[in-house]
Protein backbone atom coordinates (compact mmCIF):
# COMPACT_ATOMS: atom_id res chain seq x y z
CA UNK A 1 0.00 0.00 0.00
CA UNK A 2 1.08 3.42 -0.81
CA UNK A 3 2.94 5.27 2.07
CA UNK A 4 0.87 6.66 5.16
CA UNK A 5 1.43 9.37 7.58
CA UNK A 6 -0.05 6.89 11.25
CA UNK A 7 -1.50 9.06 13.53
CA UNK A 8 -1.03 6.59 15.55
CA UNK A 9 1.04 5.81 18.07
CA UNK A 10 3.74 2.90 16.21
CA UNK A 11 4.58 0.21 16.28
CA UNK A 12 0.81 -0.75 17.65
CA UNK A 13 0.83 -4.40 17.50
CA UNK A 14 5.01 -5.12 18.54
CA UNK A 15 4.50 -8.91 19.99
CA UNK A 16 3.06 -9.92 16.40
CA UNK A 17 3.29 -7.72 13.38
CA UNK A 18 6.64 -6.59 11.82
CA UNK A 19 5.74 -3.56 9.50
CA UNK A 20 7.92 -3.32 6.66
CA UNK A 21 7.75 0.44 4.76
CA UNK A 22 8.76 0.94 1.25
CA UNK A 23 8.57 4.38 -0.05
CA UNK A 24 7.96 3.27 -3.69
CA UNK A 25 3.62 2.99 -3.95
CA UNK A 26 1.82 0.21 -2.84
CA UNK A 27 5.24 -1.24 -1.89
CA UNK A 28 4.76 -1.50 1.83
CA UNK A 29 3.71 -4.86 4.09
CA UNK A 30 3.22 -6.77 6.72
CA UNK A 31 4.64 -9.54 8.15
CA UNK A 32 3.87 -12.41 11.13
CA UNK A 33 6.04 -12.42 14.05
CA UNK A 34 4.03 -15.47 15.70
CA UNK A 35 3.15 -18.68 14.64
CA UNK A 36 -0.56 -19.60 14.85
CA UNK A 37 -2.54 -23.00 13.90
CA UNK A 38 -5.74 -22.44 11.74
CA UNK A 39 -8.86 -20.49 13.21
CA UNK A 40 -6.79 -18.95 15.76
CA UNK A 41 -7.30 -15.55 16.86
CA UNK A 42 -4.75 -13.05 15.61
CA UNK A 43 -5.88 -9.87 16.93
CA UNK A 44 -8.81 -8.28 18.06
CA UNK A 45 -10.70 -4.50 16.24
CA UNK A 46 -11.53 -3.40 19.64
CA UNK A 47 -12.95 0.05 19.82
CA UNK A 48 -11.15 1.85 20.46
CA UNK A 49 -8.60 2.60 18.79
CA UNK A 50 -11.19 1.24 15.83
CA UNK A 51 -13.50 4.11 15.32
CA UNK A 52 -16.96 4.45 12.97
CA UNK A 53 -15.86 5.98 9.50
CA UNK A 54 -18.00 8.89 8.16
CA UNK A 55 -17.78 7.18 4.22
CA UNK A 56 -15.82 4.24 2.71
CA UNK A 57 -12.26 5.25 1.70
CA UNK A 58 -9.54 3.02 0.50
CA UNK A 59 -7.91 2.92 4.43
CA UNK A 60 -11.62 1.81 5.92
CA UNK A 61 -12.95 -1.96 6.43
CA UNK A 62 -16.73 -2.62 6.14
CA UNK A 63 -18.59 -4.51 8.67
CA UNK A 64 -22.26 -4.16 7.53
CA UNK A 65 -23.99 -3.37 5.05
CA UNK A 66 -23.53 0.53 5.88
CA UNK A 67 -21.08 0.50 8.37
CA UNK A 68 -17.10 0.72 7.80
CA UNK A 69 -14.42 1.38 10.47
CA UNK A 70 -11.01 3.07 10.74
CA UNK A 71 -8.46 0.93 11.83
CA UNK A 72 -6.48 3.33 13.57
CA UNK A 73 -3.48 0.89 13.99
CA UNK A 74 -0.91 -1.08 11.87
CA UNK A 75 -3.08 -3.51 10.60
CA UNK A 76 -4.00 -1.02 8.31
CA UNK A 77 -0.84 -2.36 6.60
CA UNK A 78 -2.33 -5.87 5.77
CA UNK A 79 -2.72 -6.14 2.10
CA UNK A 80 -4.96 -7.89 -0.14
CA UNK A 81 -4.62 -11.36 -1.27
CA UNK A 82 -6.16 -13.90 -3.41
CA UNK A 83 -4.83 -16.58 -1.23
CA UNK A 84 -5.03 -14.88 2.07
CA UNK A 85 -2.97 -15.44 5.35
CA UNK A 86 -5.44 -13.98 7.63
CA UNK A 87 -9.57 -13.42 7.88
CA UNK A 88 -11.22 -10.39 9.36
CA UNK A 89 -14.29 -11.70 10.83
CA UNK A 90 -16.12 -8.23 11.20
CA UNK A 91 -19.28 -10.18 12.64
CA UNK A 92 -16.86 -10.94 15.53
CA UNK A 93 -14.46 -7.80 15.39
CA UNK A 94 -11.47 -10.25 15.35
CA UNK A 95 -8.75 -11.29 12.89
CA UNK A 96 -8.19 -15.01 12.81
CA UNK A 97 -5.42 -16.85 11.07
CA UNK A 98 -6.48 -18.56 7.42
CA UNK A 99 -6.82 -22.55 6.70
CA UNK A 100 -3.61 -22.68 6.64
CA UNK A 101 -2.22 -21.06 9.77
CA UNK A 102 0.73 -18.39 9.68
CA UNK A 103 4.73 -18.61 10.54
CA UNK A 104 6.71 -16.14 11.73
CA UNK A 105 7.92 -14.11 8.86
CA UNK A 106 4.89 -14.66 6.64
CA UNK A 107 2.99 -11.84 4.76
CA UNK A 108 -0.04 -10.82 6.33
CA UNK A 109 -2.68 -10.42 4.21
CA UNK A 110 -6.64 -10.52 3.55
CA UNK A 111 -9.23 -11.30 0.94
CA UNK A 112 -10.39 -7.26 0.52
CA UNK A 113 -13.60 -8.53 -0.85
CA UNK A 114 -14.27 -10.73 1.97
CA UNK A 115 -15.54 -7.46 3.87
CA UNK A 116 -15.70 -4.59 0.62
CA UNK A 117 -18.58 -4.66 -0.91
CA UNK A 118 -17.86 -1.62 -3.36
CA UNK A 119 -14.60 -0.65 -2.75
CA UNK A 120 -13.50 3.25 -3.10
CA UNK A 121 -10.09 2.97 -4.90
CA UNK A 122 -9.80 -0.32 -7.08
CA UNK A 123 -6.95 -2.43 -8.27
CA UNK A 124 -5.20 -4.67 -10.54
CA UNK A 125 -3.76 -7.59 -7.71
CA UNK A 126 -0.55 -8.25 -8.26
CA UNK A 127 -0.19 -11.33 -5.27
CA UNK A 128 0.59 -13.55 -7.92
CA UNK A 129 -1.57 -16.32 -7.07
CA UNK A 130 -2.58 -19.43 -9.14
CA UNK A 131 -5.89 -18.59 -8.15
CA UNK A 132 -5.24 -14.53 -8.55
CA UNK A 133 -8.82 -12.77 -9.36
CA UNK A 134 -7.57 -9.81 -11.43
CA UNK A 135 -9.25 -6.63 -10.76
CA UNK A 136 -10.46 -5.87 -7.58
CA UNK A 137 -13.27 -3.48 -6.90
CA UNK A 138 -15.26 -5.59 -4.22
CA UNK A 139 -17.36 -8.70 -4.32
CA UNK A 140 -20.35 -6.52 -5.44
CA UNK A 141 -18.59 -6.65 -9.07
CA UNK A 142 -17.45 -10.25 -8.83
CA UNK A 143 -19.31 -13.69 -10.15
CA UNK A 144 -20.01 -16.57 -7.45
CA UNK A 145 -16.65 -18.61 -9.15
CA UNK A 146 -14.53 -15.86 -7.88
CA UNK A 147 -15.83 -16.09 -4.90
CA UNK A 148 -15.56 -19.71 -4.40
CA UNK A 149 -13.52 -21.13 -2.04
CA UNK A 150 -12.91 -17.58 0.26
CA UNK A 151 -14.28 -16.73 3.21
CA UNK A 152 -17.65 -14.46 3.03
CA UNK A 153 -18.55 -11.83 5.68
CA UNK A 154 -22.37 -11.98 6.45
CA UNK A 155 -23.21 -8.67 5.25
CA UNK A 156 -21.30 -9.45 1.91
CA UNK A 157 -23.45 -13.04 1.83
CA UNK A 158 -26.78 -10.73 2.21
CA UNK A 159 -25.67 -8.07 -0.31
CA UNK A 160 -24.96 -11.04 -2.76
CA UNK A 161 -28.46 -12.50 -1.80
CA UNK A 162 -30.10 -9.45 -2.59
CA UNK A 163 -28.96 -8.65 -5.72
CA UNK A 164 -29.36 -12.29 -7.18
CA UNK A 165 -32.80 -11.45 -6.04
CA UNK A 166 -33.22 -8.79 -7.59
CA UNK A 167 -32.18 -10.85 -11.02
CA UNK A 168 -29.34 -8.74 -11.98
CA UNK A 169 -25.74 -8.82 -11.90
CA UNK A 170 -23.66 -11.93 -12.80
CA UNK A 171 -24.43 -13.62 -9.28
CA UNK A 172 -26.14 -17.29 -9.87
CA UNK A 173 -29.80 -17.86 -8.78
CA UNK A 174 -30.70 -20.28 -6.67
CA UNK A 175 -28.66 -21.26 -3.76
CA UNK A 176 -26.52 -18.28 -5.44
CA UNK A 177 -23.27 -17.34 -4.07
CA UNK A 178 -24.33 -17.75 -0.32
CA UNK A 179 -23.49 -21.67 -0.59
CA UNK A 180 -20.77 -21.16 -3.28
CA UNK A 181 -18.69 -18.72 -1.70
CA UNK A 182 -17.26 -20.50 1.12
CA UNK A 183 -16.15 -23.47 1.67
CA UNK A 184 -17.04 -26.18 4.78
CA UNK A 185 -14.35 -25.38 7.23
CA UNK A 186 -14.67 -21.54 6.46
CA UNK A 187 -18.35 -21.74 7.64
CA UNK A 188 -17.40 -23.80 10.69
CA UNK A 189 -15.06 -21.46 12.10
CA UNK A 190 -17.34 -18.51 11.52
CA UNK A 191 -20.19 -20.14 13.43
CA UNK A 192 -18.20 -21.15 15.70
CA UNK A 193 -15.76 -18.38 16.25
CA UNK A 194 -11.69 -18.65 16.55
CA UNK A 195 -11.91 -18.65 20.47
CA UNK A 196 -14.54 -21.38 20.78
CA UNK A 197 -11.93 -23.27 18.06
CA UNK A 198 -9.15 -22.82 19.94
CA UNK A 199 -11.08 -23.99 23.57
CA UNK A 200 -12.05 -26.99 21.87
CA UNK A 201 -8.88 -28.11 20.38
CA UNK A 202 -7.54 -27.47 23.43
CA UNK A 203 -9.98 -29.66 25.47
CA UNK A 204 -9.17 -32.23 23.17
CA UNK A 205 -5.67 -32.30 23.75
CA UNK A 206 -6.00 -32.15 27.56
CA UNK A 207 -8.67 -35.29 27.39
CA UNK A 208 -5.94 -36.86 25.20
CA UNK A 209 -3.06 -36.64 27.93
CA UNK A 210 -5.62 -37.68 30.46
CA UNK A 211 -6.50 -40.37 28.43
CA UNK A 212 -3.02 -41.73 28.04
CA UNK A 213 -1.96 -41.07 31.95
CA UNK A 214 -5.20 -43.16 32.94
CA UNK A 215 -4.20 -46.16 30.64
CA UNK A 216 -0.51 -46.10 32.12
CA UNK A 217 -1.31 -46.17 36.04
CA UNK A 218 -3.69 -49.10 35.11
CA UNK A 219 -1.20 -51.12 33.13
CA UNK A 220 1.10 -50.50 36.19
CA UNK A 221 -1.57 -51.29 39.10
CA UNK A 222 -2.68 -54.59 37.28
CA UNK A 223 1.43 -55.50 36.72
CA UNK A 224 1.58 -55.26 40.23
CA UNK A 225 -1.74 -57.07 40.85
CA UNK A 226 -0.61 -60.17 39.04
CA UNK A 227 2.62 -60.28 41.00
CA UNK A 228 0.90 -59.83 43.93
CA UNK A 229 -1.36 -62.57 43.27
CA UNK A 230 1.84 -64.85 42.23
CA UNK A 231 3.15 -64.20 45.65
CA UNK A 232 6.66 -62.81 43.99
CA UNK A 233 5.99 -59.56 46.35
CA UNK A 234 8.54 -60.75 48.94
CA UNK A 235 10.84 -57.97 50.65
CA UNK A 236 14.12 -58.10 49.41
CA UNK A 237 13.87 -62.32 48.50
CA UNK A 238 13.91 -63.71 45.32
CA UNK A 239 11.27 -66.76 44.26
CA UNK A 240 12.77 -69.83 41.75
CA UNK A 241 15.94 -67.28 41.42
CA UNK A 242 14.11 -64.14 39.80
CA UNK A 243 13.86 -61.00 41.16
CA UNK A 244 10.48 -58.94 42.37
CA UNK A 245 11.40 -56.28 39.89
CA UNK A 246 11.84 -58.52 37.43
CA UNK A 247 9.13 -60.29 37.30
CA UNK A 248 7.06 -57.26 37.82
CA UNK A 249 8.79 -56.23 34.25
CA UNK A 250 7.71 -59.12 32.63
CA UNK A 251 4.26 -59.19 33.95
CA UNK A 252 3.68 -55.45 32.86
CA UNK A 253 5.58 -56.43 29.38
CA UNK A 254 3.20 -59.22 28.69
CA UNK A 255 -0.08 -57.33 29.40
CA UNK A 256 -1.87 -56.19 26.11
CA UNK A 257 -0.70 -52.88 25.00
CA UNK A 258 -3.03 -50.39 22.37
CA UNK A 259 -0.87 -47.12 20.76
CA UNK A 260 -1.41 -43.83 22.41
CA UNK A 261 -2.86 -41.13 21.06
CA UNK A 262 1.16 -39.46 19.84
CA UNK A 263 1.67 -42.94 18.26
CA UNK A 264 -1.23 -42.91 16.36
CA UNK A 265 -0.62 -39.52 15.00
CA UNK A 266 3.14 -40.42 14.24
CA UNK A 267 4.42 -37.49 16.70
CA UNK A 268 6.91 -40.07 17.80
CA UNK A 269 7.24 -42.99 15.10
CA UNK A 270 5.81 -45.53 17.31
CA UNK A 271 4.03 -48.97 15.65
CA UNK A 272 0.39 -48.23 15.73
CA UNK A 273 0.02 -52.27 15.92
CA UNK A 274 -1.09 -54.06 19.35
CA UNK A 275 1.20 -56.35 20.38
CA UNK A 276 -0.12 -59.36 22.18
Known sequence: MAPLTPHWVRPSHPEIQEVVINEAEFQSKSLSKVALPAWDLYARLDFPPCTDAAEPTYATVQY???????????LLYINHSCEPSLIFDMGRLAVIAGPKGIQPGEELTFFYPSTEWDMAQPFDCLCGTETCRGRISGAGDMTAEQLSGLFL????????EQKASNGNGNVASGNGASSAAVNDEDDSSALLGAENLA??????REASDRAEKAAAAACRALAALQVRQAGLLKAGKKANGVSPAATFNAAASSLRRGPTSRELSGEMGGDTSFST
Request: hydrophobic fraction near 30%.
Open 64 to 74: GRDKHLNLNSD
Open 153 to 160: NKHIHELL
Open 199 to 204: NIAREL
